[in-house]
Nanobody, 119 residues
Framework: QVQLVESGGGLVQAGGSLRLSCAAS????????TGWFRQAPEKEREFVGQ????????SYADSVKGRFTISRDNAKNTVYLQMNSLKPEDTAVYYC????????????WGQGTQVAVSS
């Protein structure tokens, strides 16, 4: 089993920045990629981006491309989501997710961390 614990959420003004962290523990050898989803009130859950551990290849949703960056600290088994130029529409609960392979869905989920962007 893999455990994911997020941290770093909070309140920020529009145009500001936040960095979320996701610490992975347990059977991290099973992790193929980790990423982020978000869910705003009364909206569907939305994919934000992910990073493949073996290659550090990243991918992002169009809504955050150019503003958000995912990176990884291999020694700490920690993934980061650097969010710049934040907009009120980025307000959501952000979830760290992990998958054990391609096409198998996200097996592992963190508890979520709230991000609020004021206008």
């Amino acid at each position: 089993q893999v455990q994911l614990v997020e941290s770093g959420g909070g309140l920020v003004q529009a145009g500001g920045s936040l960095r979320l962290s996701c610490a992975a523990s347990g059977r991290t050898d099973r992790v193929y990629a980790t990423g982020w989803f978000r869910q705003a009130p009364e909206k569907e859950r939305e994919f934000v981006g992910q990073i493949i551990w073996r290659s550090d290849t990243t991918s992002y949703a169009d809504s955050v491309k150019g503003r958000f960056t995912i990176s990884r600290d291999n020694a700490k088994n920690t993934v980061y989501l650097q969010m710049n130029s934040l907009k009120p529409e980025d307000t959501a609960v952000y979830y760290c997710v992990g998958t054990s392979g391609v096409g198998v869905g996200y097996d592992y989920w963190g508890q979520g961390t709230q991000v609020a962007v004021s206008s």
